[in-house]
């Protein structure tokens, strides 16, 4: 059994592997990981191999529990990663962002990849064809940007994500709908066409918590995985092990 833990900013994402196929995602608090991950790993007849990563300072005392329990991999700042990270302040690319560029250059070979990652934020991460990561770009996510209309403002309300978003709003809540929908959808659009007009053979990932929800409304072809973190820790632990051999 392999489990590709992913701790976020908000929640905990936990996905069962075996032969790389998955059986199992779970999405929980990160106050609730030791409980649910001594039911999954219970399971097992033999210690699982864990890949994890973690956007927030991970606990030792629960570090020492897996590490008992467990064939552990954290992903740090000294994982070996299958790019060349160009970016001008390398230490402060976020782990997060590590794996998705490490996903996307083993799933996609020899290809110039884009990998939009719609969370909390909304992260663009560029990699060439010859394997350089170049950077890319971060701006508000569309739960973070109804959140500051409603911090940052009197009278607007707390609205959340939206099927029905119509260009021109008629009211005050479906105004902000549009505003918050339509600026996302645009933003992103304008992005992939900048970089389709700069890059051939481009491929496009786009992953996290809203990525069906855009994928539905986008234009662009492109590979829409919700769960796509979780698959590149799966790909990136297959590295790592033929990489110390």
Known sequence: MNLAIDIGNTRTKVAVYENDIILDIEIFEQKKIVEKLEKIISKSEKKPNIILTSVKNFDKETEDWLLKRSNLTIINANTPLPFLNKYSTPHTLGIDRRVLASGAVLKFPKENRLVIDAGTCITYDFITENNEY???????????K?????????????????????????????????GVINATLFEIQGFIES?????????????????????????????A???????????????IIDYDK
Do not use: M
Not at 134 to 144: Q, R, V
Not at 146 to 159: A, G, Q, R, V
Not at 195 to 220: P, V
């Open 134 to 144: 170049l950077g890319g770009a971060i701006s508000p996510g569309i739960n973070l």
């Open 225 to 239: 995985n919700q769960n796509f973190l979780l698959e590149s820790l799966i790909l990136l632990h297959q590295y």
């Open 195 to 223: 970089y389709i007009n700069e890059y051939q053979n481009l491929t496009i990932i786009l992953t996290g918590g809203d990525a069906d929800f855009l994928a539905k409304r986008l234009k662009n072809t492109i590979f």
């Open 146 to 178: 109804y959140k500051s209309l409603n911090d940052y403002t009197d009278k607007l309300p707390l609205l959340t994500i939206n099927e029905e978003n119509n260009l021109i709003g008629d009211s005050t809540n479906s105004s902000i709908h549009s």
